[in-house]
């Protein structure tokens, strides 16, 4: 039984053919589906220099997306600390924040999620590209909501208006950090499985009660298409298979349609590095689906799961989020 609440995760994704802005507009499709259907998050995540994925600017994104729903909380999964001036980061939430209050989350990541060389472009300093610096760079926005940092600088909006503060991770440093700060935690189980287990050991074994929170809050972000037979799935999520190998070999491009993924000639090791990525994810009919979600979260205990659905036509993206939330689970009901 599947009892936990249900969100979304979205990458904007770009299918051949197609451009950024049509991919954009699936993902407000997306949310506004999502949102009828009582889906109680949804979060876009910061990726750069990869064709297939529109969402760069997760602020600018999510200002849209508030403007087109209504009650759904919308956030980042999340923006990449390396990547910003945290300053910069505090007045964009908190003008999220202020505009659309009780909503927003801040999801925050500590990788730069691209290649280095983006990333110095994006950062145009090595300075805060490391890890060693982002605990240093997460006081410094947490205080810039608070107005506890020192010196005359005032984040405006900012200020007394902070979102809901989420640490990212698909390993234990970020989960540790999580737990002694009292803050929530999302961990990427969609691309780090392996390391699922010990992360939220780490994050339940270290947290402290916080002005956030009194027990620890774990989500778990898992892959998840949905079909009306566990052949449609498998074959609708070829392209994302296919997609996440090209950009691990260095040859990103935009998703291909699932007969190209279909008809890709896989060497032996390209096809092992495919059935290990989908280990412990959720791909299937109805019933494949809650069996999958339901034993994932037997594992990890999560608080929430969130479901990221990579495929080819937004009309099986809808149609995915529609069966987990229609028959797999029996209807949502999105917690307050």
């Given at each position: 039984?599947?009892?936990?609440?249900?969100?979304?995760?979205?990458?904007?994704?770009?299918?051949?053919?197609?451009?950024?802005?049509?991919?954009?507009?699936?993902?407000?499709?997306?949310?506004?589906?999502?949102?009828?259907?009582?889906?109680?998050?949804?979060?876009?995540?910061?990726?750069?220099?990869?064709?297939?994925?529109?969402?760069?600017?997760?602020?600018?994104?999510?200002?849209?997306?508030?403007?087109?729903?209504?009650?759904?909380?919308?956030?980042?999964?999340?923006?990449?600390?390396?990547?910003?001036?945290?300053?910069?980061?505090?007045?964009?939430?908190?003008?999220?924040?202020?505009?659309?209050?009780?909503?927003?989350?801040?999801?925050?990541?500590?990788?730069?999620?691209?290649?280095?060389?983006?990333?110095?472009?994006?950062?145009?300093?090595?300075?805060?590209?490391?890890?060693?610096?982002?605990?240093?760079?997460?006081?410094?926005?947490?205080?810039?909501?608070?107005?506890?940092?020192?010196?005359?600088?005032?984040?405006?909006?900012?200020?007394?208006?902070?979102?809901?503060?989420?640490?990212?991770?698909?390993?234990?440093?970020?989960?540790?950090?999580?737990?002694?700060?009292?803050?929530?935690?999302?961990?990427?189980?969609?691309?780090?499985?392996?390391?699922?287990?010990?992360?939220?050991?780490?994050?339940?074994?270290?947290?402290?009660?916080?002005?956030?929170?009194?027990?620890?809050?774990?989500?778990?972000?898992?892959?998840?298409v949905c079909a009306e037979t566990d052949e449609r799935a498998e074959w609708l999520a070829g392209p994302s298979a296919l997609s996440f190998l090209k950009l691990r070999s260095g040859r990103p491009e935009p998703l291909s349609t699932p007969d190209e993924a279909a008809?890709?000639?896989?060497?032996?090791?390209?096809?092992?590095?495919?059935?290990?990525?989908?280990?412990?994810?959720?791909?299937?009919?109805?019933?494949?689906?809650?069996?999958?979600?339901?034993?994932?979260?037997?594992?990890?205990?999560?608080?929430?799961?969130?479901?990221?659905?990579?495929?080819?036509?937004?009309?099986?993206?809808?149609?995915?989020?529609?069966?987990?939330?229609?028959?797999?689970?029996?209807?949502?009901?999105?917690?307050?």
């Amino acid at each position: 039984m599947i009892t936990v609440p249900l969100s979304v995760l979205d990458l904007a994704p770009v299918a051949k053919g197609t451009t950024a802005g049509q991919a954009l507009q699936a993902t407000t499709e997306l949310a506004r589906r999502t949102e009828e259907l009582g889906y109680h998050r949804f979060w876009v995540a910061e990726h750069h220099n990869m064709p297939a994925i529109a969402s760069s600017a997760p602020a600018v994104l999510l200002a849209h997306l508030a403007a087109n729903t209504s009650t759904i909380r919308l956030g980042s999964g999340g923006v990449m600390l390396p990547n910003h001036a945290p300053l910069v980061v505090a007045e964009q939430f908190g003008t999220l924040e202020a505009l659309h209050p009780g909503r927003i989350d801040l999801g925050i990541g500590r990788a730069p999620g691209t290649d280095q060389v983006t990333a110095l472009a994006l950062r145009r300093t090595m300075e805060g590209l490391s890890a060693e610096g982002f605990p240093r760079e997460l006081t410094d926005l947490m205080n810039y909501f608070s107005g506890e940092k020192p010196g005359q600088i005032i984040a405006t909006p900012g200020r007394g208006e902070q979102p809901a503060v989420w640490l990212l991770g698909s390993s234990g440093f970020s989960a540790q950090l999580a737990g002694l700060l009292g803050l929530p935690f999302s961990f990427a189980h969609h691309f780090s499985s392996q390391n699922t287990l010990p992360a939220l050991a780490l994050y339940r074994q270290n947290f402290r009660p916080s002005q956030w929170l009194d027990k620890p809050y774990a989500m778990v972000a898992v892959n998840a298409v949905c079909a009306e037979t566990d052949e449609r799935a498998e074959w609708l999520a070829g392209p994302s298979a296919l997609s996440f190998l090209k950009l691990r070999s260095g040859r990103p491009e935009p998703l291909s349609t699932p007969d190209e993924a279909a008809a890709y000639p896989y060497s032996e090791i390209e096809r092992e590095f495919v059935v290990a990525r989908r280990d412990g994810q959720a791909m299937g009919s109805p019933e494949t689906v809650r069996r999958q979600l339901s034993e994932l979260l037997e594992r990890t205990g999560a608080d929430e799961l969130m479901l990221t659905t990579l495929v080819y036509d937004v009309q099986d993206r809808v149609r995915s989020y529609e069966l987990i939330a229609e028959q797999v689970v029996g209807g949502l009901r999105r917690s307050a």
